[in-house]
């Protein structure tokens, strides 16, 4: 009777064991699934402009030698900005559906407020929103990122007649397809850092951004996305 208490006692033992250890084991493997989401949160919301613009540079360098992170991607983050949003960067980009800002610059839910359109170019309610991602959530930095071979902006250099309301957009990039005509060399490639350049010109207008430049609590630049290699270059 006594060897069949201790008996039970063991295996009722390494039943608790068991069960600890495997519930263990299943937070680990939780913990494990995105390592980078809590410090890259929390990092990201004390960046100056400066540094604003290395994570960005940083992620992208991840991005196009294929070593991503893919940070804040998580059931944590997911929860953490469900009541609200901080995001350290605002992105104005082209529509084209192969240049997705937050795989591009390998970020996450939460890091990148994008403004999207073709041409990336800067209408009154795109600049709108980028006052919006500055001034009220605070990004340090907005970064026009024009792209290789972009539809809209070869369809401006082409200069036909086009249905609906794409002439819109096209106009938008006319003056920079004007000034660029005499350039020697790839025009679709020069059109486009133009356009990048002029758009940036546009947001700049804005007074709101202005001032946060002034103050110090913005910078903008230009960025050239490469199709073919995924990286991109600082070209203003």
Same mark, same amino acid.
């Given at each position: 009777?006594? =060897?069949?208490?201790?008996?039970?006692?063991?295996?009722? %033992?390494?039943?608790?064991?068991? *069960?600890?250890?495997?519930? *263990?084991?299943?937070?680990?493997?939780?913990?494990?699934?995105?390592?980078?989401?809590?410090?890259?949160?929390?990092?990201? =919301?004390?960046?100056?402009?400066?540094?604003?613009?290395?994570?960005?540079?940083?992620?992208?360098? =991840?991005?196009?030698?294929?070593?991503?992170?893919?940070? %804040?991607?998580?059931?944590?983050?997911?929860?953490?900005?469900?009541?609200?949003?901080?995001?350290?960067?605002?992105?104005?980009?082209?529509?084209?559906?192969?240049?997705?800002?937050?795989?591009?610059?390998?970020? @996450?839910?939460?890091?990148?407020?994008?403004?999207?359109?073709?041409? %990336?170019?800067?209408?009154?309610?795109? !600049?709108?929103?980028?006052?919006?991602?500055?001034?009220?959530?605070?990004?340090?930095?907005?970064?026009?990122?024009?792209?290789? =071979?972009?539809?809209?902006?070869?369809?401006?250099?082409?200069?036909?007649?086009?249905?609906?309301?794409?002439?819109?957009?096209?106009?938008? !990039?006319?003056?920079?397809?004007? *000034?660029?005509?005499?350039?020697?060399?790839?025009?679709?490639?020069?059109?486009?850092?133009?356009? !990048?350049?002029?758009?940036?010109?546009?947001?700049?207008?804005?007074?709101?951004?202005?001032?946060?430049?002034? %103050? @110090?609590?913005?910078?903008?630049?230009?960025?050239?996305?490469?199709?073919?290699?995924?990286?991109?270059?600082?070209? *203003?």
């Amino acid at each position: 009777m006594k =060897r069949k208490i201790i008996n039970y006692m063991s295996r009722r %033992n390494l039943f608790k064991f068991g *069960a600890t250890a495997v519930g *263990a084991g299943l937070v680990a493997t939780k913990l494990e699934i995105h390592p980078f989401d809590v410090p890259a949160a929390s990092a990201k =919301r004390t960046l100056t402009p400066d540094l604003a613009i290395a994570e960005l540079l940083q992620g992208n360098q =991840r991005f196009s030698t294929h070593k991503m992170k893919q940070p %804040n991607r998580g059931a944590f983050r997911l929860r953490e900005i469900a009541s609200g949003q901080k995001p350290f960067a605002s992105i104005l980009g082209c529509s084209d559906s192969r240049v997705p800002a937050e795989m591009v610059f390998d970020q @996450g839910l939460g890091d990148l407020f994008v403004v999207r359109v073709a041409g %990336n170019v800067a209408t009154p309610e795109q !600049i709108g929103s980028l006052e919006y991602g500055t001034l009220v959530l605070g990004t340090k930095v907005i970064i026009v990122l024009g792209h290789e =071979r972009c539809g809209a902006v070869q369809a401006a250099i082409e200069n036909k007649p086009v249905p609906g309301k794409i002439g819109s957009i096209l106009d938008r !990039i006319q003056p920079v397809v004007i *000034a660029s005509r005499n350039q020697t060399g790839d025009l679709l490639k020069a059109t486009t850092i133009a356009n !990048i350049k002029n758009q940036i010109s546009i947001v700049k207008s804005s007074p709101v951004i202005t001032d946060l430049i002034k %103050n @110090g609590n913005l910078k903008i630049i230009g960025g050239f996305y490469d199709l073919d290699t995924g990286i991109v270059t600082q070209v *203003a």
